[in-house]
């Protein structure tokens, strides 16, 4: 018993972080996260940009790796940032990743921005809900207020 507890703690105590470890695939779902993107625009894309093909797995779920992660940082920076249409990105790739756009394929930051803008779109919402709550509360407090008076004027001071 005490040779088992002693082997768990010490195989708990080198377990590595799972955001050490860089992941070898990822889902559409993740991905979609990642770059701020539905997931019905990530399958138009890779119908429309050949340079995008993700593997499938055998259950037929698309499969993304750190090469369609590089594609897709290029691809967002294009059509989102620059505004090119899917037909001149298309061109553009059509052998691979130009080399004056490596260093956009391989700036993992890309992820970071949109993680940080989902974020802030996040706590946008999450204050207007507690406004929108404040805002309520004093209706509610105002309606008391108003109903004490009321009272107060029918049978006199409450307090005494």
């Known amino acids: 018993m005490f040779a088992s507890n002693v082997a768990t703690g010490l195989l708990r105590s080198t377990r590595v972080k799972h955001t050490d470890i860089p992941k070898l695939y990822y889902s559409i779902r993740e991905v979609s996260e990642l770059f701020d993107e539905e997931q019905h625009i990530l399958r138009h894309w890779e119908r429309e940009i050949p340079a995008l093909h993700p593997n499938k797995n055998r259950a ?3 499969v993304y790796t750190e090469r369609d992660l590089r594609v897709l940082r290029v691809l967002k920076v294009l059509l989102r940032e620059q505004r090119k249409t899917i037909a001149e990105v298309r061109t553009l790739l059509a052998d691979g990743i130009p080399e004056e756009l490596e260093h956009i ?4 930051s890309i992820e970071q921005r949109y993680a940080e803008k989902r974020r802030a779109a996040e706590l946008r919402a999450k204050l207007a809900s ?3 709550t404040i805002t309520l509360t004093r209706q509610e407090a105002e309606t008391i207020l108003s109903t004490l008076q009321r009272l107060e004027e029918l049978f006199g001071d409450l307090h005494a």
């Open 105 to 108: 394929a391989s700036d993992a």
């Open 130 to 132: 507690q406004t929108d």
């Open 60 to 62: 037929g779920n698309r």
